[in-house]
């Protein structure tokens, strides 16, 4: 096998390359072609040499990643990315297609992964990918791993292409790239001349610059001339080596055996587990946070694959993503585009139109000058949302292997791309779908996040936004240590979750997830803890908070069966003891504690109206109570007028309130003798905090007419300090409110100040109902509303039943 770097015969064959560059894996596969070697050697974990055979397989679909992560700690992992356009990929391809021996030879994921563990710092992290491409290793590791930090050395470690870039007189690494590489035809007489030049540009790199001092590249490189070493041994010189060119020359350096055992002697370890995960190219990209991530990993794999005419291709894969998205785009755009590519790439002195030149063309040309379907473009073409698969056969842990048999039951499959996902609980598959994602979120695998549902509002409907990201594959790893299957793991999750809860609150909400992950066996020991919990708080503000959550997971008894009478007792218990203090815990409050306060008032309300269909013992009674407390706040001077306000607000949208009434507390509010500040204080929890507060002074115009003459009669030195508290209340309004509102105030509402009854006064209305044209629209409301038709699914359940 020839020698590209000129030595002797025995020497091995170094390919650098830049890790996710298709000229270097176009170059490398001729370069194998040529040499023909007996033995691959790539830069990655040994532990992943018993995986390479699955490359092979036909369920393996690039880009993938070798994820390594310690036994004890899934947590720190570490990923080594893979596409399709990447030189490894192409090599290990090369090597088993042809019965080749392939063996991965950088230092052991065991020691790089405890490297990080204890702390040290100077090098790179263990990842596949280089700091520009053909630079030295950043740290490839995911989201889920530690992160080395750089030390604060010449910016040639950060990025060597654009030292090499700016010596060309380039100021774009990634033009400088496309135009000596990309561009660039491999033909059989120079198949190693690109490594040749490369390896000479990357050893004076590093005779300028040095390593940096970073330990990790010098006992990285160590063990990587050790392994070659026993590859010589055992296959003579039929040795090709595949690795960053950053590396090359100190693999080609003369190293002493007993210097290179030394630098790896002592080294930290760790027990670590290996598998191949699928990746996605929006994680290869560099925005992502990846280091060794390129700009345009969609152009790269477009550039690998397009057999000719790569340009041409590519502009038509545009015009059928912006067709698709119903933009304007025919034949003649993309055959215009083409031209103007190809013309400015002569304007600029390029061999062949790049990236920035095809795009410069599609926004001229498809997208009218416009950056907006432009940015479309970026994102799904040349960044990408490709989602690579592993096969079945590949290493998993248990819950990963469990979770997969779901999926495919569920016929829930991952993608990278984000897409919404409407769910009717009430259909079997649906339901499955449902547990399995609030199981996931709920042992911190977020692929589901819960969002508003555009169509109906009941609770048999959920709405969900789902995108699979490779790091999940290490949230999946380290959820396993909670049980083998997702039911078993979300069971002790929620129990450990629920002894280590911070608050009542918490627990709660902890209850509520039980209930919509439909997880019976943890229900109880939360309830439990629930119980002991809300016993021991004396805190009316932490049961305020607590009561909301656990009275709306009653409501998911009815479409999920689940069984839910526990969980009614708890609430009714809180409700009453919420009554008892509440009074009292209104008392010396503050600005800030009242409005606090009155958002408690708010929530306690709503759940009360939810209990009361709940199968709770005396829901009847609760309400009574409730409404008891709230006239006891109402009429009470030691609460504050925030909670005061909103207090008679509750009541009278309640109907236990009468309008003249509620108009007569106004009136003793608003008279002379309560401080302006009290007063402002009671309108704001009266008619603010976006409770419609603003529709009531419209059609009542004795309380606008109070509010009026109030407001008019504020002495001018007490005005600025309740200013604020009015600007906060009416600017919640909508703006037609406040525009009502303001013709209302300026024609003169009602008779100012008075709280006898007056005549609407409101042009086109007379002063009473009449019932029978409010009839007359409550088809039309019910069909807006959508009552005739939940009144007919209930009745078709009701009939399931029956039947």
């Given at each position: ?24 894996a ?6 194998l072609?040529?040499?023909r ?7 990655g ?5 018993a ?28 990923f ?14 090369w ?9 991965f030879i950088?230092?052991p ?5 405890a490297?990080?563990r ?9 990842g596949?990918?280089?700091?520009e491409?053909?630079?030295?290793d ?16 010449a ?23 496309e135009d ?45 001339r ?6 010589q041994?055992?296959f ?12 090359v ?23 670590a587990?290996?598998?191949w ?5 929006r ?5 992502s946070?990846?280091?060794?991530g390129?700009?345009?990993p ?9 057999p000719d ?7 038509t ?7 698709a ?9 993309v ?11 002569v ?22 000058g ?7 473009v ?9 989602l690579?698969?592993?096969p ?7 819950l990963?292997?469990?979770l997969?048999?779901?999926?495919r ?13 409407e ?11 449902s547990?399995?994602?609030h ?19 009941g ?16 949230r ?11 039911l ?6 929620a129990?450990?979750d ?21 997880l ?14 809300a ?7 932490h049961?305020?908070?607590a ?19 526990a ?7 809180l409700?009453?003891?919420i ?8 008392a ?21 109206g939810?209990?009361?269909d ?5 829901p ?10 709230l006239r006891v706040l ?27 009434e ?60 309740v ?13 037609g409110?406040?525009r ?12 100012r100040g008075s ?6 006064g ?14 007359a ?27």
């Amino acid at each position: 096998m020839s020698d590209q770097g000129g030595g002797s015969a025995a020497e091995p064959l170094l390919l650098g390359v830049r890790h996710h560059g298709p000229g270097s894996a176009r170059a490398v596969r001729a370069a194998l072609d040529a040499a023909r070697p007996r033995v691959v050697l790539i830069e990655g974990p040994p532990e992943a040499d018993a995986l390479i055979p699955l490359a092979a397989d036909e369920e393996m679909r690039p880009p993938v990643a070798l994820l390594a992560h310690a036994v004890d700690e899934p947590g720190r992992s570490a990923f080594w990315p893979l596409a399709e356009f990447s030189p490894e990929w192409v090599a290990i391809r090369w090597a088993l297609e042809r019965e080749v021996p392939a063996r991965f030879i950088d230092l052991p994921a065991t020691h790089s992964l405890a490297w990080e563990r204890d702390g040290r710092t100077g090098g790179e992290g263990e990842g596949e990918g280089e700091g520009e491409g053909a630079g030295r290793d950043e740290d490839a590791a995911g989201p889920g791993s530690q992160e080395v930090p750089e030390p604060d050395v010449a910016d040639v470690r950060v990025d060597p292409l654009a030292v090499l870039a700016e010596a060309a007189g380039y100021d774009d690494p990634e033009r400088w790239w496309e135009d000596v590489v990309e561009h660039r035809g491999v033909g059989e007489k120079d198949a190693f001349a690109p490594f040749v030049v490369l390896e000479e540009a990357m050893g004076a790199l590093r005779e300028a610059y040095g390593t940096g001092g970073h330990d990790r590249d010098l006992v990285r490189e160590a063990y990587m001339r050790l392994q070659v070493r026993t590859a010589q041994r055992e296959f003579g010189d039929g040795v090709a080596v595949v690795c960053g060119a950053w590396h090359v020359p100190a693999l080609r350096q003369k190293a002493a055996v007993s210097a290179d055992r030394a630098l790896l002697k002592g080294l930290p370890k760790v027990k670590a587990d290996m598998t191949w995960v699928p990746w996605t190219h929006r994680r290869l990209s560099r925005v992502s946070g990846y280091g060794a991530g390129i700009d345009s990993p969609g152009w790269y794999g477009h550039l690998f694959g397009a057999p000719d005419r790569p340009v041409e291709r590519w502009l038509t894969k545009v015009a059928g993503l912006l067709r698709a998205e119903d933009r304007l785009v025919s034949s003649a755009h993309v055959i215009e585009a083409v031209r103007l590519a190809e013309t400015l790439a002569v304007m600029r002195g390029r061999p062949l139109p790049g990236l920035s030149e095809t795009t410069d063309a599609v926004r001229a040309v498809m997208c009218e000058g416009s950056d907006i379907p432009l940015a479309l473009v970026h994102d799904r073409l040349v960044v990408g949302d490709v989602l690579g698969e592993v096969p079945q056969s590949a290493p998993a842990v248990p819950l990963q292997r469990d979770l997969d048999r779901i999926q495919r039951r569920l016929r829930l499959k991952p993608e990278s791309l984000e897409r919404e996902l409407e769910l009717d609980l009430r259909k079997e598959t649906d339901a499955g779908r449902s547990r399995l994602l609030h199981r996931l979120r709920l042992l911190g695998i977020e692929w589901g996040e819960p969002t508003v549902s555009r169509g109906s509002t009941g609770t048999f409907r959920e709405t969900w936004r789902l995108r699979w990201e490779p790091e999940l594959s290490v949230r999946v790893a380290e959820a396993g240590v909670w049980g083998t299957t997702v039911l078993a793991a979300a069971t002790a999750k929620a129990e450990g979750d629920a002894v280590t809860a911070p608050g009542l609150a918490d627990v709660t909400a902890l209850a509520e997830r039980c209930l919509l992950a439909e997880l019976p066996d943890a229900l109880p020991v939360v309830m439990r803890i629930l119980a002991d919990r809300a016993a021991l708080d004396a805190d009316v503000g932490h049961l305020a908070q607590a009561l909301p959550a656990l009275v709306r997971s009653l409501r998911y008894g009815d479409v999920r069966g689940t069984d839910t009478g526990a969980l009614a007792e708890v609430a009714a218990g809180l409700a009453e003891r919420i009554f008892v203090g509440l009074p009292p815990a209104c008392a010396a409050l503050d600005g800030d504690a009242a409005e606090e306060m009155r958002r408690h008032v708010d929530a306690v309300h709503g759940a009360v109206g939810l209990l009361a269909d709940a199968p709770a013992p005396g829901p009847g009674d609760l309400q009574d109570r409730w409404r008891s407390v709230l006239r006891v706040l109402s009429g009470r001077d030691t609460v504050p007028g925030v909670v005061r306000g909103r207090a008679v607000r509750l009541l009278l949208d309640d109907g236990e309130l009468g309008q003249d009434e509620a108009a007569r507390l106004m009136g003793l509010v608003l008279s002379p003798g309560t401080p302006p500040a009290d007063a402002a204080a009671w309108i704001e929890g009266f008619v603010g905090g976006g409770s419609g507060g603003g529709m009531l002074l419209v059609h009542d115009e004795r309380l606008l007419g109070l509010v009026d003459a109030w407001l008019t009669g504020v002495p001018a030195e007490a005005f600025t300090d309740v200013l604020p508290l009015l600007r906060r209340t009416f600017s919640a309004y909508e703006s037609g409110v406040r525009r009502t509102l303001g013709e209302l105030v300026r024609r003169g509402p009602g008779t100012r100040g008075s709280t006898a009854a007056a005549g609407s006064g409101i042009p086109g209305f007379a002063p009473d109902l009449d019932m029978e044209r409010a009839d007359a629209v409550l088809p039309v409301v019910r069909l807006l509303l959508g009552l005739d038709e939940a009144e007919e699914e209930a009745g078709n359940e009701l009939a399931g039943v029956a039947g």
